[in-house]
């Protein structure tokens, strides 16, 4: 057994577990570099990764039929209660009990973009980047509400730093720093095929982020769940980083959701097409609400129509969702309550023999979505696609850039052309700054569009 000053019993603990091969080329490192490795073994938890590994996936419960949702606005009873929950939602956020948190540890390298998926610039007239488009809409409300929207940022480990550099040397774009809160999510080993420790260079172990659905334990890990409940937050609202048309403080949104006492609330689009690769909204057996992802969707039920002919199943999950602090806290902290691991059997560079090679491996993660059952009451609200989700995934076609782009500005020339603007024949590209409208109903009347090609409203 190696030895360390001041590491015995993390020693002993990687030793008890038969990782011990993980000092492979303990005495070709420095001193330093083994403190390194050390320090990188003790973030591990043994005992989760032996559960882990003997733990087997429940089976997916088919007993469900679509979970009911709030329509969008019809009849004049429904338009009342859109009414009733602005207003209550409105009155909320002026409180200062809402906190937006976007979840943004992804690289751009597929969309051709070397750096955090944030940074790329998906303005058609102002080539802002995702980012700069989500703080400045939050900027917006906060004026707009007389109030201070905290803006949480998780990133990955790979691009944690970049993202901290960004935002400072951009002014956090006019947020108050401290309204800005910054932090990594957190990692979780990936192990070989016989549940090894895989080493991804001589002083370090290879990892992988615990999924979207760590997001909420790591607002617990990070302190950052602990400063909201000092700020007097109730409310978070989630959102994924490449959506350019998220509308992160929606009062109706959050009014239903206060309403109801609901400890997570949710927003679908209807699908697209039959086989769109989204997860839908369903109500299980127990009653509990979830989502089902399409790969999961028995075909019976995918295929399942009603009397007029509709998808059954057809309320697609746009990972846009309010969680009460209360219940983030109870889920983060393992208070009766946690987020199950999924396990995937994915290749993994792995440091064998003095060089790297790909071998199979298994990573676990969790899914933000398996918080819904475990809530005591939640709410799915209906909201139209081409109103709130634009998501950049591709690199061309189907949820790219260019249609990202399309949507944001046949959205705001909707919206001009609602409040009665014209729009000069001339006019290409045309982009409303965040600044100026997060509503229709923040555009002056008397704004007059310039006859230019390509228009910024700002």
Known sequence: MIDYPGYDHLIRTVYEHNQEHVFEYWDELSDADRG???????DIDFDLLRKLLSFKESIQDTNFDPAPCIPLPGTEREKSAYLAAGETGAAYVRKGKVAAFVVAGGQGSRLGYEGPKGMLRIGPASNRSLFQIHAEKILKYSRKYNT????????????HYETARYFSENDFFGLSPEDVFIFPQNMIPSLDAEGKLVLETRKSV???????????????????????????????????????????????????????????SSKAVKKAYLGEKVGVFVRFGGGSIGVVEYSDLPEGKLHDRDENGNLRFSSGNIAVHLFGREFVGRVASGAGIALPFHRARKKINALRGGTTAEIEGLKFEKFVFDALPLAD???VLEVVREDEFAPVKNASGVDSIES???????????WLAGRGIRIPKKTRIIEISPLAAVEPDDINTDLVVPDEERVYIS
């Not at 201070?148 to 691009?159: D, E, H």
């Not at 990202?404 to 909707?414: E, G, T, V």
Request: glycine share 8%; proline share 4%; aromatic share 6%.
């Open 206 to 264: 290879f990892k992988n982020p615990d999924g979207h659905g760590g997001s909420l334990h790591a607002l617990h890990t990070s302190g950052v769940l602990a400063q909201l409940k000092n700020r007097g937050i109730e409310t978070i609202s989630y959102f994924q980083v490449d959506n350019p048309l998220v509308k992160i403080i929606d009062p109706a949104f959050i009014g239903f959701h206060v309403m109801a006492g609901a400890d997570i």
């Open 148 to 159: 201070a929207v905290p803006f949480l940022i998780m990133t990955s480990r790979s691009n």
């Open 404 to 414: 990202a782009q399309k949507l944001m500005m046949d959205q705001h020339r909707k």
């Open 36 to 42: 390194e490795l050390l320090d990188d073994l003790s």
């Open 377 to 379: 009451k939640n709410i």
